[in-house]
């Protein structure tokens, strides 16, 4: 009778004197000669396995002497305990090896581009083309294993809770997400076009209003935007919404998905999370997504810079601008290239400068000094409770870049001073964010979410007069810096949103004809609703503590938007395009 197979990586120390049967792919040879050593690597892990001439058919053993890295091979032997001083303890099957009685190839392999190993030095182009084979190194394996962990134990929790998964279509209209679509052309209706979804948005608000209460779904959306190492063209959202809900209960939901989800990984979700508002965020951090593994909040230092004759300062506020400062707790102790690269990252976030005063054992030193009025100075140190050993960081801007700016130096100084704790996982909610943003150049209001989100009801009477300060009944999740999800309240009565769309420069025609049929539905009794979309792949990346998305997704693409295994995009046959109804581009590269 042949023998089941035997996952590689779990045998163990009371596995010796089974026979057993393994199948994987040849890691790396030894041949002694007299005695051959494998490394078999399977899902579940590596083991040594040996090829002894005195004890082994020649055959196998013959058979192992030809064995390449990443030939698959099926290998029949017994476990055996290693002598105490063979064993390796960092290695899970330390303990044992298998000495080999048969070797059968059950497929070959060319000589790999790269060694299918964690440490390596291929570049990450060279692993995007042998995806298959960079997916074999154990730790992409042990990324995906934590994703579908993950997944699994969010769906758990959602299920526990009551919601159903209910898959919305790919192909479809344009949803208003702020990217643009990717557009499919329909072959059947000549010059009509689907959209793919930036995000299930309009379904899920349907499906509130045809009666299932509690959605989610693991969403594919697809945004055509620019590129940044966190973005990817197509991404995995963990898209929900409710019935009835208040933000508390959206918000319990998304406490307990995100602490299951994270559990898988080791890492726990203090809850309740802390709570700020969008200003408070961005008065105390300059930012709407706050790392609060560290405190650090900024100090206004408008009052005491006003009338101070310091020309970046008079600028700043002559021009409407604030004067804002970060107190480093040991931050004097920052070296003149340290300071010299705060200032340049407060340049990259569009700020004219940065001004640094240190506080060392009672002197005071600045190069803002010799323009500083003693009596300003001291007020600076002292609204910003400078002590001695501390660095006071300044930004004086007539515009948006001093909280652009001095968030970006909170987490470069926290990280500097060594107040990052790199093992804490600080989570907390944004809420009260602005229903609208103003854009200068368009000269229109836009929504800063999606058009769809609820206004706080005691703001509404602003819409009209002041669109700038109504609050939206909006939230973000972030950790430690990074935005999680997002979500709202939305508008379920027809008429309010009507009124949002003409805000919005929406025409009453154009509204019907992008949305009509959430109109229409919004006129068939919609039940008061809310949800958020979570984004999967950060959640992963966050968890399996990896450096971009690309680490935790199986077929990625570049930065430019491209598959290097498949080559995607690509040219297609003209006659594919004809049946579609279009013309080939112009291609100065094809002829
Ligand atoms: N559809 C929104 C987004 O993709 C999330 C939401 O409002 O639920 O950002």
């Given at each position: 009778?042949s ?18 049967r393994?199948c ?6 030894r ?28 055959e ?11 030939d ?8 055996v ?10 290695q ?29 030095n291929?570049?990450?182009?060279l ?12 730790a ?8 579908d ?16 998964e ?48 509690k ?18 063209f197509?991404?995995?959202?963990i ?15 998304v ?9 898988a990984?080791g ?34 230092l ?16 002559s021009?409407?601008?604030a ?20 200032g340049a ?10 001004v640094?005063?240190k ?7 600045s ?12 007020s ?24 652009a ?13 060594g107040?990052?704790?790199?093992s804490?996982y ?5 809420t009260?964010f ?15 979410n999606?058009?769809?989100?609820a ?70 009794g ?16 966050i ?8 680490e935790v ?9 491209t ?7 690509a040219?297609v ?19």
């Amino acid at each position: 009778m042949s023998l089941s197979r035997q996952p590689a990586g779990e045998l163990r120390g009371p596995d010796a004197g089974r026979r057993i049967r393994i199948c994987g792919w040849v890691g790396r040879r030894r041949d002694l000669g007299e005695l051959i050593f494998l490394t078999v690597r399977d899902r579940s892990g590596i083991v040594q396995v040996l090829f002894d001439r005195a004890r082994c058919p020649r055959e196998a053993v013959d058979a192992a002497a030809e064995a390449r890295a990443e030939d698959v091979v099926e290998i029949e032997g017994e476990v055996v305990a290693r002598a105490e001083a063979q064993r390796h303890r960092d290695q899970p099957t330390g303990d044992v090896e298998v000495v080999a009685s048969r070797l059968t190839f059950l497929s070959r392999s060319d000589t790999p581009p790269f060694l299918v190993e964690d440490r390596t030095n291929a570049t990450e182009e060279l692993r995007l083309q042998y995806r298959y084979l960079d997916l074999r190194r154990p730790a992409m394996q042990k990324n995906l294993v934590l994703r579908d962990e993950i997944a699994f134990r969010i769906r758990r929790t959602l299920h526990e809770r009551g919601f159903l998964e209910i898959e919305t279509p790919m192909l479809t209209r344009s949803t208003p997400e702020g990217a643009r679509d990717f557009l499919v052309p329909s072959r059947v209706h000549r010059g009509q076009w689907y959209a793919l979804p930036q995000s299930p948005q309009l379904f899920k608000q349907i499906l509130m209003i045809s009666g299932f209460e509690k959605y989610y779904q693991l969403a594919r959306c697809f945004r055509d935007e620019d590129l940044r190492a966190d973005r990817q063209f197509e991404f995995t959202q963990i898209d929900l919404e409710m019935s009835f809900p208040t933000e508390e209960d959206v918000f319990e939901v998304v406490e307990a998905l995100l602490e299951a989800g994270f559990s898988a990984a080791g890492i726990e979700a203090t809850r309740p999370f802390p709570r700020l508002t969008f200003a408070e965020a961005m008065d105390r951090y300059g930012t709407d997504r706050p790392d609060l593994r560290f405190d650090l909040p900024l100090v206004n230092l408008t009052a005491e810079a006003a009338g101070s004759g310091f020309a970046p300062f008079e600028r700043a506020l002559s021009g409407g601008g604030a004067v804002r400062a970060l107190r480093v707790p040991g931050g004097a102790a920052f070296s003149r290239k340290t300071l010299d690269e705060l200032g340049a990252l407060a340049k990259e976030h569009g700020a004219g400068g940065l001004v640094w005063i240190k506080r060392v054992s009672g002197d005071v030193t600045s190069p803002a000094k010799k323009g500083l009025p003693e009596g300003v100075l001291a007020s600076l140190l002292e609204k910003g409770r400078v002590a001695d050993g501390d660095l006071l960081l300044v930004v004086a801007d007539a515009g948006k870049a001093v909280f652009a700016a001095l968030a970006a130096l909170r987490g470069a100084a926290a990280r500097e001073a060594g107040l990052v704790d790199d093992s804490r996982y600080a989570f907390c909610w944004v809420t009260e964010f602005p229903l609208l943003g103003f854009d200068e150049a368009a000269g229109q209001w836009f929504p800063m979410n999606h058009p769809f989100t609820a206004p706080r009801e005691e703001d509404l009477p602003l819409i009209e007069s002041e669109p700038g300060r109504v609050r939206a009944r909006a939230y973000d999740v972030v950790v430690n810096g990074w935005e999680l999800g997002s979500g709202s309240i939305r508008i379920h009565r027809a008429d309010l949103q009507e009124r949002v769309f003409r805000r919005l420069g929406i025409s009453e025609e154009e509204g019907r004809e992008r949305f009509g049929f959430l109109l229409d539905a919004l006129r068939f009794g919609a039940p008061p609703h809310g949800g958020i979309a979570l984004g999967l792949d950060r959640i992963c990346a966050i968890a399996a503590g990896a450096t971009s998305l690309r680490e935790v997704i199986a077929f990625p693409k570049t930065t430019s938007g491209t598959c290097l295994m498949t080559r995607a995009p690509a040219h297609v046959p003209r006659a594919q395009l004809e049946e579609l109804g279009i013309s080939p581009p112009a291609d100065p590269t094809r002829r």
